[in-house]
């Protein structure tokens, strides 16, 4: 199997996704952009750069006239514009001009908050994403989606800029703790509900070798679901349209994501987003109650939640119509026409929403 895949805009190649289970092949890609003598900024934060950075630093340090690095603590609280300014200024104080480099060494956390930084620092330099996290390898690093939550209002600032490599080594997922390594696998059913039911009913099949982490199982559902997410940006790179699909799960997702203060992790609050929008679903007889039930039993099979507690429905619900989805008013939320197949509906109601919401609110 091919591990590299293009990412094009306009037929023109941009990036590629490469899949790996180790650091060598770095250089092929810093080669790429002539990094000889530019500087590189390797952006982190405090989890994996006890992993991972020192590794990579050395590689990277042969292929760079200087190598910088920036570390930041980990988690969700970091991903705002103070840790922003923190890296502008370690940038400009050492110099750092268009034609540098940044590299994000870490989760979607790390990926977004760098990608930010590289789209408006100078108005834009390189960089590179390698995700150490099976989420952010299958979805986040994956399209120039690039923000930092202000307030408590998720990815509300941002930017499209496109990286110019998605690095993965795929070894990395071997350090998840268990909740890390599953959450990932929100995004992944997600793909398979909205754009493949051949691919959904292979992650069904595949379950055992997926939770024990089998390597090479781990390689070809990676590469199946960054295909998955590469057809949808590549046609539609600044969410236009149909990228929109990508957020199925994720409208009543992010609200129960921010009432739960970040206590759950992204894909688990994208596993419970899409039960409620699978219900919907049901609901408006797009798919049978059987489906709806096998749904949630796959979501459950992978250590996922489908429900919430500690949080109110309306609360959950005013939360969600503060989306920034919402376009003239109403909200694009995105529902299955069938498995495997997603469309875009702007007639969901708040009645309708609020019963979604009261099925996985327990």
């Not at 390689?219 to 929109?244: F, H, N, Q, T, W």
Request: proline share 2%; with cysteine.
């Amino acid at each position: 199997m091919n591990t590299n895949i293009t990412v094009k805009y306009n037929e023109m190649p941009v990036y590629d996704i490469v899949l790996e289970q180790d650091y060598s092949a770095i250089y092929r890609e810093l080669n790429k952009l002539d990094t000889k003598n530019k500087k590189i900024c390797i952006v982190t934060d405090s989890n994996i750069s006890k992993l991972y950075l020192n590794e990579v630093m050395e590689i990277v340090k042969n292929y760079a006239r200087e190598v910088e690095t920036f570390t930041f603590p980990a988690g969700e609280e970091s991903k705002n514009l103070n840790t922003v300014y923190q890296l502008y200024e370690r940038l400009i104080r050492s110099g750092f001009d268009r034609k540098d480099l940044l590299i994000a060494l870490g989760g979607g956390v790390v990926g977004d908050l760098t990608g930010y930084a590289a789209a408006t620092y100078l108005r834009g330099i390189n960089f590179i994403q390698m995700p150490t996290s099976l989420l952010a390898m299958v979805d986040s690093s994956i399209g120039g989606k690039t923000g930092v939550d202000f307030l408590s209002f998720k990815n509300m600032v941002g930017a499209f800029h496109q990286p110019k490599s998605v690095y993965l080594n795929l070894k990395t997922l071997l350090s998840l703790n268990d909740q890390q390594y599953f959450s990932g696998l929100g995004e992944i059913i997600k793909h398979g509900l909205i754009r493949d039911a051949d691919y959904y009913i292979w992650l069904k099949d595949n379950s055992e070798a997926i939770k024990r982490r089998d390597l090479n199982i781990l390689k070809e559902m990676i590469y199946k679901s960054c295909l998955i997410k590469r057809e949808v940006v590549e046609k539609d790179p600044k969410e236009l349209g149909e990228r929109a699909l990508l957020n199925y799960g994720h409208t009543i997702g992010h609200a129960v994501e921010k009432l739960m203060e970040f206590k759950l992790l992204h894909g688990e609050c994208v596993a419970i987003g899409m039960a409620a929008a699978s219900y919907l679903s049901y609901k408006r007889e797009h798919i049978t109650k059987e489906q709806l039930q096998d749904i949630i039993n796959v979501i459950q099979s992978y250590q996922l939640p489908v429900s919430a507690t500690g949080i109110a429905t309306e609360d959950v619900l005013k939360v969600t119509l503060h989306d920034k989805k919402m376009e003239s008013g109403k909200i694009k939320f995105i529902l299955l026409s069938k498995i495997g197949d997603a469309c875009i509906d702007t007639t969901v109601t708040e009645a309708d929403m609020l019963e979604a919401i009261e099925f996985i609110i327990k």
